[in-house]
């Protein structure tokens, strides 16, 4: 495989993005629905975990690529890129959830925690119980991933040949310590799981991932020996909840570099990549925002008015507003994204475009 090979758009990744927002899922609805699926999924946590690493993975990519065509990064342009692909569809749940909270429940929370949201700190205030959640409290993992595209791409420019991947692999093993340090002496789990300075180890070890560039054996023996990092998420998913000490610890690092060795594997040919890209999986990959920006709110406030088992039709209800939100407001403001793409990328991404058009109309 060649190295161009190696940056160019993988639908099994979108496949193991359809693998984390089925994992998220399962754990809000161990919290709002009727069944067994706590006692089934204790570590469905991971499905947020494999989101970071598959975006600091794909982020660093995307700035390693521009400034390997153009010798520099625009910066400008990267935060235009960002707002228009994130904030539409945010910005769409937020007025909805707002609107009908407030119009029909009557719940004053809703503001607060709806401005905590929108200005990016619901992780912080989650982890220090700040302010009211309302139904908003899963937009912490989007607050996090904020404050990473605040700080990564500058720091990424100054560490252009000073050992990025030293310097990352400093910082993981710095936030580990730390977080070990405040897991074992009696922080608040909430504290440890919703930092940024103890859970972004994860980001970083996409970025890691992405700086390493593995060379060509490494990749194919990631691939040979794929069902290792397969199985050690399913035995995470199976038995660990993010409360317990493995996962307040080592536990959250564990499980990237894990992904990180399946997003490796994904990308080769054989059986992971053949799984990862089935079409269904690879169309739920691409309106994996959409869902996890609505699954939340839907399945916190649904079962007022949905009570027992028939609750459950919640889930496929949010995956048809997500399809809708991809469809109508996700998708035209990614092709207006393509303007504010590098020059020579321009071709590329609209290539990539058109290939998730068709696959949306399956």
Do not use: D, N, W
């Given at each position: 495989m060649r190295d161009d090979d190696y940056l160019g758009y993988e639908p099994a990744l979108d496949g193991l993005r359809a693998i984390a927002i089925l994992a998220t899922i399962a754990v809000h609805a161990a919290f709002y629905l009727p069944g067994p699926w706590i006692k089934l999924f204790p570590g469905a946590w991971i499905g947020v975990d494999i989101f970071f690493v598959l975006s600091g993975f794909l982020i660093t990519r995307l700035l390693a690529d521009e400034m390997r065509r153009n010798g520099r990064i625009g910066l400008g342009r990267f935060?235009?890129?960002?707002?228009?692909?994130?904030l539409?569809?945010?910005?769409?749940?937020?007025?909805?959830?707002?609107l009908f909270s407030a119009c029909v429940l009557h719940d004053r929370d809703v503001y607060t925690a709806a401005l905590v949201s929108i200005g990016y700190i619901m992780n912080w205030s989650r982890a220090f119980a700040w302010f009211p959640q309302a139904s908003l409290g899963h937009t912490w993992s989007l607050s996090m991933e904020e404050q990473f595209y605040i700080i990564w791409p500058t720091a990424f420019i100054l560490m252009r040949g000073r050992r990025p991947l030293l310097w990352l692999a400093a910082l993981i093993a710095a936030m580990v310590v730390w977080r070990s340090f405040l897991a074992v002496g009696g922080s608040n789990p909430e504290r440890v799981y919703n930092g940024f300075d103890t859970h972004a180890d994860t980001l970083l070890i996409g970025c890691a991932l992405a700086v390493a560039r593995?060379?060509?054996?490494?990749?194919?023996?990631?691939?040979?020996?794929?069902?290792?990092?397969?199985?050690?998420?399913?035995?995470?998913?199976?038995?660990?909840?993010?409360?317990?000490?493995?996962?307040?610890?080592?536990?959250?690092?564990?499980?990237?570099f894990a992904t990180a060795w399946v997003t490796v594997a994904a990308i080769q040919p054989g059986w992971l990549k053949r799984a990862l890209s089935v079409r269904p999986l690879v169309y739920t990959g691409k309106i994996s925002y959409g869902l996890y920006l609505w699954h939340a709110p839907i399945l916190i406030i649904g079962p007022r008015y949905i009570e027992g088992y028939p609750s459950l039709l919640l889930i496929p209800a949010s995956f048809a507003?997500?399809?809708?939100?991809?469809?109508?407001?996700?998708?035209?403001?990614l092709r207006l994204k393509t303007r504010f793409e590098p020059s020579r990328q321009r071709m590329q991404v609209q290539e990539e475009m058109l290939g998730e058009a068709a696959l949306g109309g399956v």
């Open positions: 935060y235009i890129r960002r707002v228009l692909r994130l539409p569809a945010y910005a769409v749940m937020l007025l909805a959830v707002v593995p060379g060509e054996e490494l990749r194919r023996i990631a691939g040979r020996f794929a069902i290792v990092p397969v199985v050690a998420l399913a035995a995470v998913l199976m038995g660990f909840t993010y409360r317990s000490p493995f996962v307040q610890t080592v536990g959250f690092s564990l499980a990237g507003i997500a399809a809708l939100s991809h469809a109508y407001i996700e998708k035209p403001f």
